[in-house]
């Protein structure tokens, strides 16, 4: 090696021995600032200061569930304690990215993400990526079972009510992310393995062989997959689609082999309302609709939502003793956007927790969590937490409107597959 070339190597370690000195010291910062917010008066925000509490009970300091029932200690604090030693009579297996991660995503990648994130609802962080509860969380409510551990959390995780196998970041595509929809499924196989061995050993597991055969499996994927295609041409996207329909296709199968019975399957949301998608510099407004969403997002996300409803309906033709329900999210999250003001909210394209103000206050370098986050109101109702995932205020009303039945095909709610025992037709 020529001397030049040890300089040059010796000058590459002090720069990257200084770069990771600025991350820490800047990971530092953001921390101690973080650490500040919480314990100063809200920050001036956006505006828009609730009339009314939410009838989640979102800003209450006693949670309490839709209705106004306190939440008992195993949902206030979401780790799952004071779970009943008995088989609930609701199992629920999830597979899924952020928009259902529990916390998988911070377990798994030893992450203490502080607030605000958690601060409308739980008081702390969950390793939920919004500043509350989710969809998921919401569902469970109302099936009164306690919220889903984390598969790969190693403390407090209890899994007598099912298990989520959603990690933030993950694709329905193999390999397009380290805990794709495959490897979710096979984590779920090595945890019915070991349960069923440690019923051959005489040993109660956390879910028994009645507890898999009537769970529920709830799948909520593909939106990762979609946004990393929308940087090629519309028609390229649009070939990418049936692959990535067809990864959740073959999982279905799978679990149906393995004895599930009870399937159901969020479609993909708003694209193209996204303040992450929106704040995407763009040479002009001509892909705007008349609500200020992205046209060629929302037509990519509402052809997923074609291909993969119409899938369901195949299997649904082949799997008679099945049922197969498809939950229509575009038409409930697109809601939120078009008649905002109907729900209370002023600003529907932007993130409440994100940088540079209005429109979209999303910057794809400064983003939420971020030294420089700005971050709106408590109490404030925004669509957006971070430009990607929804605030709890956000998730309520879209969780309100998944339990009714009428977004879904077919017309059924998610309460009446707990007990069912036939199978619904399409």
């Keep these: 090696m020529t001397t030049s070339a040890c300089n040059a190597t010796g000058a590459a370690k ?3 021995l200084r770069l990771q000195h600025y991350l820490v010291m800047a990971g530092v910062a953001a921390a101690v600032f973080v650490a500040c917010l919480r314990y100063m008066p809200a920050a001036a925000g956006y505006g828009l200061s609730l009339s009314a509490a939410l009838a989640s009970g979102g800003g209450a300091a006693t949670p309490t569930e839709p209705g106004g029932t306190v939440v008992s200690a195993a949902h206030a604090d979401g780790e799952g304690g004071g779970r009943p030693p008995a088989q609930p009579s609701v199992v629920i297996f999830n597979f899924g990215d952020s928009n259902s991660d529990t916390g ?5 990648n030893g992450m203490n993400i502080v607030l605000p994130e958690g601060r409308s609802f739980f008081r702390r962080s969950t390793g939920r990526i919004s500043d509350g509860r989710l969809v998921i969380d919401f569902i469970c409510e109302s099936l009164h079972t306690p919220y889903l551990s984390p598969y790969l959390k190693a403390l407090g995780a209890d899994f007598s ?35 069923m061995e440690l019923i051959n050993l005489g ?6 062989r009645e507890g898999f055969r009537k769970a529920i499996y709830t799948i909520d994927i593909g939106q990762n997959d979609l946004s990393a ?40 949301g708003a694209l193209g309302c996204l303040p992450q998608k929106l704040a995407i510099p763009r040479d002009d407004d001509s892909d705007l609709d008349a609500n200020g969403c992205l046209k060629t997002y929302n037509a990519a996300a509402k052809r997923f939502n074609e291909l993969l409803g119409d899938t369901l309906g195949q299997l649904r033709r082949r799997m008679v003793d099945a049922t197969l329900v ?38 794809h370098f400064k983003a939420c969590m971020s030294a420089e986050m700005q971050l709106c109101d408590v109490g404030a109702r925004f669509v957006s937490w971070d430009g990607v995932h929804l605030t709890e205020a956000a998730n309520a009303i879209v969780a309100a409107k998944v339990l009714t039945g009428d977004y879904s095909t077919p017309r059924v709610t998610i309460a009446s597959l707990v007990n069912s025992t036939q199978a619904h037709d399409g």
Excluded at 231 to 258: C, F, M, N, R, W
Excluded at 339 to 349: Q, S, V
């Design 161 to 195: 009510n099912g298990v989520n196998f959603a990690i933030g970041g993950s694709t329905a595509t193999p390999g397009g992310s380290p805990f794709s929809l495959d490897v979710q499924f096979h984590q779920f196989l090595y945890f019915r393995a070991r349960s």
């Design 229 to 268: 295609y929308m940087h090629l041409p519309y028609d390229q996207v649009l070939a990418k689609i049936p692959g990535v329909v067809a990864q959740i296709k073959y999982t279905i199968e799978a679990l149906y082999s393995h004895g599930a019975r009870k399937f159901w399957i969020h479609g993909m």
């Design 203 to 208: 040993q109660r597991p956390p879910i028994d």
């Design 326 to 363: 498809f939950v229509d999210m575009f038409a409930i999250k697109y809601d939120l956007v078009a008649n905002h003001t109907m729900h209370g909210i002023e600003r529907p394209l932007m993130a409440c927790c994100g940088y540079g103000g209005p429109p979209y206050n999303y910057d």
């Design 14 to 16: 002090v720069v990257s």
């Design 104 to 108: 998988g995503m911070a377990a798994v």
